[in-house]
């Protein structure tokens, strides 16, 4: 079954600072499959937050539809009370309760019967924390908190907005390991990220969006090869052998320094093939690596200017110069 479709969604938004319209997202058909784990990327204003608020109904299309779990949002939007948590929520925070008591009245309101502290304790806001009023929350607690209360209700869908924003390096561990539990167990987690090494690590496909449109949707490895993105297999050996002998279709580029031999792979597949040729010759490596082209890398060959990005890595160069976008 499907969780999340969209045809021929359009958003247009009107008579901007010089009176002309904006496009933000263009005839988006988008299908998510239940139990997967979708990575949503795109450079800033590509369109993103746009689509969600409107697959959330937070926002009407323009032109296009909508299903969650086959109903139609705007002919039933209670399905996304029913079956969705969001991050961040919608509905917002009361800044003068506590995030314990926040927790609880989502609760509540959803006649659920979860552990607020069992909630607290897996998103990390310890027990003093979730006693403080949220308004003076950091930004990464906020953030926790509205996790913990998207996760209420055990929901089939998680829809999640940039949900590493504000989080510290432990805080996007225990959001992955979230992430993973959840698809491990049904629920379908739909989320826009810059962090593209996070969405990397936990999607199963990533949609990549560009100036309001679908521009690849694939495995990351499927983008991978696509972009025609190279992979290095670098081999220490007491005597590295002459390049010929691992020169082949797949191979792009061979070098040896030392006991090093450094091999550029066009296709990843080829790397198994060179290890098995060197062995079947007498030459075993001593140890062997291996490094993928970074998503963020290929996510520059999709994009409008090339561009990459991600948090903490600086855009790397490939075929031509790239800047990075700030996150
Ligand atoms: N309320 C609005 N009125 C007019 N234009 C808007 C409005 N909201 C968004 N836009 C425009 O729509 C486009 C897409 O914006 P959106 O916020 O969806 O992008 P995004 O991919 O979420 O970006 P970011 O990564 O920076 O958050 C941008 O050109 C933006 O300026």
Redesign the pocket.
């Known amino acids: 079954m499907v969780a999340i479709r969209t045809r021929g969604l359009s958003k247009r938004?009107s008579g901007?600072l010089f009176g002309s319209d904006?496009t933000?997202v263009s005839d988006l058909d988008l299908t998510v499959e239940r139990g997967e784990v979708y990575g949503f990327l795109?450079?800033?204003?590509?369109?993103?937050?746009?689509?969600i608020d409107m697959l959330l109904n937070y926002s009407y299309p323009t032109e296009g539809t909508v299903e969650i779990f086959g109903e139609n949002i705007q002919e039933n939007p209670e399905v996304i009370d029913r079956r969705v948590g969001v991050v961040p929520e919608g509905y917002g925070l009361y800044d003068r309760l506590s995030g314990r008591r926040n927790l609880e009245f989502a609760i509540e309101w959803q006649n659920a019967s979860d552990d607020p502290a069992h909630l607290l304790a897996r998103v990390g806001l310890d027990a003093d924390d979730a006693d403080r009023p949220v308004g003076d929350y950091s930004k990464g607690m906020t953030q926790r908190l509205a996790l913990a209360m998207a996760l209420v209700d055990d929901p089939d869908l998680l829809v999640l907005d940039e949900p590493s924003s504000g989080l510290d390096p432990n805080g996007i561990r225990r959001l992955r390991d979230i992430i993973r539990e959840e698809a491990s167990d049904g629920t379908t987690v739909f989320f826009?990220s810059?962090v593209l090494s996070q969405v990397e690590a936990v999607c199963d496909r990533v949609g990549i969006?560009d100036d309001?449109e679908l521009v690849a949707v694939d495995t990351v490895a499927g983008l991978r090869e696509t972009a025609g993105a190279s992979s290095t297999l670098t081999l220490t050996m007491e005597n590295p052998p002459s390049p010929d002998v691992v020169r082949s279709d797949g191979v792009s580029a061979v070098d040896v320094r030392g006991k090093q031999l450094r091999v550029t792979c066009a296709d990843a597949r080829a790397k198994a093939e060179i290890i098995a040729r060197l062995v079947e010759r007498g030459h075993n490596p001593i140890d062997v690596g291996s490094e993928e082209a970074s998503l963020s890398e290929i996510f520059g060959d999709y994009v409008r200017g090339g561009s990459a990005h991600d948090d903490g890595e600086t855009a790397t160069e490939r075929n031509t110069p790239q800047q990075e976008v700030a996150t």
């Open positions: 938004y901007g904006v933000a795109g450079p800033n204003g590509a369109g993103k937050s746009t689509t826009s810059h969006l309001g």
